[in-house]
């Protein structure tokens, strides 16, 4: 079945780069999401990729997909205290169109 | 602005006592969405609603119902709640594949189900 898998933890300092990892084992699916969700709250979307593209590049994030190794990554730039929370990535079950999740992957931003 | 309500934020009931969770939304989005989040796990889909046709996931558990009205409002239904479904309660909604490529959700800030 369809499986989606993330590393749990990743601590960065304020201003270096953050590098959080996703795989995932539909080939089949066309749209890849990257969900942020902070203490308490809900899911925000924070950019999506279509599966034919290689890259996506939007402001601070930079979303990288390598398809033939179903690796998916999100990166983000000059990284604040204020991206500290839990980062989602998702397949879309093309049958269904329902949403998998990885189990979330939690950055945590050190001053 | 448009966007996905959820109330009430924290809810705490009873074992055994039904709940209703309750979702609204202003996006218009055809398709709406009940997922179980519990504590430090990925959110799981219940079940979802293109318009008025009802889809179960196969293996949501029977104490969980759904109802929805109009287009705006959705209500998740817990009939027998047990200490297991202590969870966050996420509503999220979409427009159709074919309004929207990409399909995103859009989800609401959650209720929190605590059971007693």
């Known amino acids: 079945g369809e499986d989606v898998e993330q590393s749990l933890f990743l601590s960065v300092r304020e201003g270096d780069s953050s590098v959080i990892n996703c795989t995932y084992t539909d080939s089949s699916s066309t749209y890849l999401y990257w969900y942020k969700q902070e203490p308490g709250a809900g899911l925000q979307l924070l950019t999506y990729i279509f599966s034919n593209m290689d890259m996506k590049q939007d402001q601070r994030l930079t979303v990288l997909l390598n398809k033939k190794d179903k690796h998916l990554s999100l990166r983000i730039a000059d990284t604040q205290t204020g991206d500290s929370a839990i980062y989602f990535c998702?397949?879309?079950?093309?049958?269904?169109?329902?949403?998998?999740f990885g189990q979330g992957t939690e950055l945590s931003v050190k001053p | 602005d448009a966007m996905v309500i959820q109330n009430p934020r924290y809810q705490v009931t009873q074992f055994g006592k039904p709940v209703t969770l309750s979702c609204s939304q202003t996006l218009n989005h055809n398709v709406m969405y009940w997922y179980q989040q519990k504590s430090s796990q990925a959110p799981k889909l219940l079940f979802h609603?293109?318009?008025?046709?009802?889809?179960n996931e196969a293996d949501t558990p029977d104490n969980f119902q759904s109802r929805r009205p109009n287009t705006s409002f959705c209500f998740l239904d817990i009939r027998s709640p047990g200490l297991g479904d202590a969870a966050m309660y996420l509503c999220a909604t979409s427009r159709p594949r074919g309004v929207s490529r990409a399909n995103e959700q859009f989800f609401g800030p959650g209720t929190r189900l605590t059971v007693l």
């Open positions: 609603y293109y318009d008025k046709d009802f889809n």
């Open positions: 998702a397949e879309k079950d093309n049958q269904g169109g329902k949403l998998i």
